[in-house]
């Protein structure tokens, strides 16, 4: 049995959906969410709530990759072989 690994691959329709819809924020809402997060965990660790502070310290990561996902999106297109 002879496998092909360049077969296309097409996504499902709910990535279809949550990309159109992810594609249509701007990437900046991403930078900013990023950033106040670190600021409001600054802040929360200045009042002395050092758990909730890298509670709301660790949101800024994740902040970022969704904002690197959603340019990726912007940028290439959910299915370029598919429309």
Not at 24 to 40: E, N, T
Not at 42 to 54: E, P, V
Not at 71 to 80: E, R, S, Y
């Amino acid at each position: 049995m002879v496998l092909n690994e360049n077969a296309p691959h097409t996504e499902g329709e709910a990535t279809k959906a949550i990309e159109e819809q992810t594609s249509k924020l701007p990437s900046k809402l991403f930078l900013c969410a990023a950033l106040s997060a670190m600021a409001v965990s600054l802040l929360l660790k200045c009042t002395g709530h050092y758990h909730k502070a890298l509670f709301v310290g660790q949101w800024a990561a994740p902040f970022l990759i969704l904002g690197t996902y959603n340019k990726i999106v912007k940028t290439t297109g959910h299915d370029q072989l598919h429309s």
